[in-house]
């Protein structure tokens, strides 16, 4: 029986080459939504479920800070993949012919440098894949897509330039979520835990929360804030520490900063990816 992997968006988005690139034996499932990747796991559709937390130009996927602590899903590996934008079209068609290109607002404006220089028009699409698929369906020699070269492949369409992104180093990481917990050591880079707090009513809680890593000598590679409840008082901090709970400097951080929180739950231990250094 072929195990799947689910993931937001559609068959060629940036998500399913991440699944590819990471789990190329799992079939990949397109999901409408992050809730419904979560839900397709939780439910035994799928497997796994890839998800996007951050990229290296834009910083944190919106809302999915929000969706990992109520998942009931547990980290078990990440993954760092490139964004390697391309320009792609109908079979045949030279790139002279093009003078418009769909794709999604954060990709066309990550190409304006190679767009301005061949004089093509920007149109906005709901998503990269999407934008493939919909310059397929059309049939019109002078419009193209920015997507993966991925998305190329799937739709039958002809890659006329590639990696035209204005930035080399545009990078997504991806968090790998399962149903079951894995706290084994494993991986050649290390290990990474994260976890969610909220601190307690104190002065200076967060200050004191986040002295037992530096005293102990551990590093906190990721630390950010988010509202939940709706309210401008109840603040929930995400982190990401390298070192493993059972590390004896690791376990004394995190006895410290129980001390000062109203709660802290782990969401996954797993190897650090290569591509983090």
Known sequence: MT?????????????????????PEFNPLPCKSFED???????????????????????????????????????????????????????????????????????????????????????TGADTAGSARHVAELGQRNMAALASELAAEIYGLDVLARHIEDEGNNTTRFLVMSPHEDLSRRGDHGMITSFVFQVRNIPAALYKAMGGFATNGVNMTKLESYMVGGSFTATQFYADIEGHPDDPAVRLALDELAYFTSGVTVLGVYPADPGRG
């Open 37 to 123: 990747a979560i839900a397709a796991v939780r439910s035994g559709e799928a497997e796994l479920a890839m998800l996007p937390v951050e990229n290296s130009t834009f910083g944190r996927v919106a809302d999915i800070h929000h969706l990992l602590p109520e998942s009931g899903l547990h980290i078990i590996r990440e993954a760092f993949v490139r964004v390697h934008i391309n320009l792609m079209a109908l079979p045949g068609v030279e790139l002279s012919e093009i003078d418009h290109a769909m794709s999604h607002s954060m990709l066309l404006g990550q190409c304006r440098g190679f767009l301005a220089k061949h004089g093509i028009k920007r149109v």
């Open 3 to 23: 195990r799947s992997i689910a993931f937001q968006g559609e068959l060629g988005a940036y998500s399913h080459q991440a699944c590819v690139e990471s789990y």
